[in-house]
T-cell receptor, first 115, second 115 residues
């Protein structure tokens, strides 16, 4: 059973471009979470999605950031018009549909560098 | 201060010694989890302790939870050089029931185990 997959692992963008980060949850998981980690800091929650629904987006910046988890395909975190402050590692996690939902399994992350 | 603060910020020990890391938090929680992150990598889930539990063991790991003091500790016994990593506590203070998901991470403790 493959773990949580994220791609790309590294992404370089110039200011003003768009960044698209993809996350495929573990098989059988329909709960996806996105976190951002700035250098030398802990992870900060961004958004919690289930298939086709945003459950909690309280950690998402109001502008330029959006997330989706369609019925088919991976979850996408989209950052429009990136700025240097968006440079960070973005982690996706997933959890199962069963009662053991509390444990989140993390992907390897996408490291975004904005030049 | 933030929810889920670890101390010490950095810990350096010799192989074979025990390592103790502490975590404090501010709000009521459903559960508290400890994660490990090797440099530049994703997070690995270590252990979850629920709010009605006081102590939990997993191999060389021992976690305690004191909800009256809003604190937790992670003890790694007989440490190995391979234990060198950053360790994060994360609290789930969401509504419980079906609404688990929003983890709040501390800043982490950087553990270095010298061979």
């Amino acid at each position: 059973n493959a773990g949580v997959m994220q791609n790309p692992r590294h992404l370089v963008r110039r200011r003003g471009q768009e960044a698209r980060l993809r996350c495929s949850p573990m098989k059988g998981h329909s709960h996806v979470y996105w976190y951002r980690q700035l250098p030398e800091e802990g992870l900060k929650f961004m958004v919690y999605l289930q298939k086709e629904n945003i459950i909690d987006e309280s950690g998402m910046p109001k502008e330029r950031f959006s997330a989706e988890f369609p019925k088919e395909g991976p979850s996408i975190l989209r950052i429009q018009q990136v700025v240097r402050g968006d440079s960070a590692a973005y982690f996706c996690a997933s959890s199962p549909d069963s009662g053991s939902r509390e444990t989140q399994y993390f992907g390897p992350g996408t490291r975004l560098l904005v030049l | 201060s933030q929810q889920g603060e670890e101390d010490p910020q950095a810990l350096s020990i010799q192989e074979g010694e025990n390592a103790t890391m502490n975590c404090s938090y501010k709000t009521s929680i459903n559960n508290l989890q400890w994660y490990r992150q090797n440099s530049g990598r994703g997070l690995v889930h270590l252990i979850l302790i629920r709010s009605n539990e006081r102590e939990k063991h997993s191999g060389r790991l021992r976690v305690t939870l004191d909800t009256s003091k809003k604190s937790s500790s992670l003890l790694i016994t007989a440490s190995r050089a391979a234990d060198t990593a950053s360790y994060f506590c994360a609290t789930d203070a969401s509504g419980g029931g079906t609404s688990y998901g929003k983890l709040t991470f501390g800043q982490g403790t950087i553990l270095t185990v010298h061979p």
